[in-house]
């Protein structure tokens, strides 16, 4: 079996930054690609915070470009998923059903995914009015009434954001506090254009071929009401894709990675990058600044093992 430096596990921002460095060191790395090659930039258009572009660059384009650069220095690349790993001696195992993949290190650059309500409606109308991304699709609002929906920083900020373009933006929240940092909060309570509904959550996402309104559930009185939008924006967390680890890492109760010293896990030889660590920034830069460190670490991990 293929013995390889390195294995990167996720093929967003992080894990191909990862795998040019550790490339361009000159490590055999493999790149299993994930059941979203690209990562979240692929659902995005224009990133216009990704500094080098003036207008900005679209979302697919820019990782395509991250997956050729880490492609010349040699990096292989499998579109595979990661259903198990295995890190209880060396190499450590990397296991795609059967399929075992062998590492003297390995890269969890497999990021997170926004938390979705599971109302009725929802994946039917996914993109056709529900978002999970102000930032990429409030622009297609622009003089509608939307509602977001979440009570944390995210939503403060998302809600904010909308004002620019929308005619009306309602805050649903499920309890009477929002979660949020106080500044932030106070932007929205103090901005005229926003209005908040408190002590509700959304029931179903209604529309034939859109979204044509929401119904909501009064979570104190569990009345049902009908309002009417055309986007709905969800910004009620995420969750990081880490289940595939089991317990083989430490992961804290939200089932992020817990980050060591030097882009560590607790395990010896395994490395973390962006997203799947990351609770805060969650910015395309910084997952890829994350694996320009996870890059060098492992290079000098290898290196390491053959002192
Ligand atoms: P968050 O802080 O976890 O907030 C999630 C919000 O969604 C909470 O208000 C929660 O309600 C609500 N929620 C969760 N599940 C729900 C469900 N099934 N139905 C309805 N509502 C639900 O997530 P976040 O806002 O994405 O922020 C994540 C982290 O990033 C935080 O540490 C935040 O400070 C940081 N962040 C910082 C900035 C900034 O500083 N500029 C911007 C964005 C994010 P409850 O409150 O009732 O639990």
């Known amino acids: 079996m293929e013995l390889y430096d390195v294995i990167i596990i996720g093929s967003g921002p992080a894990g191909y930054t990862a795998a040019i460095y550790a490339s361009r060191g000159n490590l055999k790395a493999l790149v299993l690609k994930g059941t979203q090659p690209g990562g979240q930039l692929t659902t995005t258009t224009v990133i216009e ?4 572009f003036e207008n900005g660059i679209d979302g697919n384009e820019l990782v395509m470009q991250m997956e050729k650069q880490a492609k010349r220095f040699g990096t292989e690349m499998a579109n595979e998923t990661v259903t198990k790993v295995d890190f209880s001696s060396a190499p450590h195992k990397v296991y795609v059903g ?38 990429c699709d409030g622009f297609f609002y622009k003089g509608k009434d939307v509602i977001v929906l979440g009570g944390g920083d995210t939503a403060m900020e998302e809600a904010h954001f909308l004002t620019n373009f929308c005619k009306t933006v309602t805050v649903v929240h499920r309890r009477d506090k929002f979660r949020a940092s106080k500044i932030m909060a106070d932007r929205v309570l ?26 909501l559930t009064n979570t104190k009185t ?86």
Not at 98 to 121: L, P
């Open 49 to 52: 915070n990704w500094p080098g």
């Open 190 to 215: 103090n901005n005229e254009k926003i209005s908040v509904i408190w002590d509700s959550t959304v029931k179903s996402f209604n529309g034939k071929e859109k979204l044509e309104s929401v119904t």
């Open 98 to 135: 059967d399929k075992e993949y062998q590492g003297k290190a390995v890269i969890i650059a497999s990021g997170a995914r926004s938390r979705m309500t599971g109302a009725e409606g929802e994946d039917r109308l996914f993109a056709k009015g529900v978002s999970t991304c102000a930032t």
């Open 222 to 307: 569990n009345e049902d009401t009908e309002v009417k939008v055309d986007g709905a924006f969800l910004a009620i967390g995420h969750i990081p894709n880490t289940e595939y680890l089991g317990d083989a890492v430490e992961l804290d109760e939200k089932k992020y990675i817990v980050s060591g010293e030097h882009m560590q896990t607790n395990v010896a030889g395994v490395f973390y990058a962006g997203d799947v660590e990351d609770q805060r920034y969650r910015q395309a830069v910084t997952a890829a600044s994350d694996g320009c460190r996870a890059g060098i670490e492992v290079i000098k991990y290898i290196e390491s093992l053959n002192d």
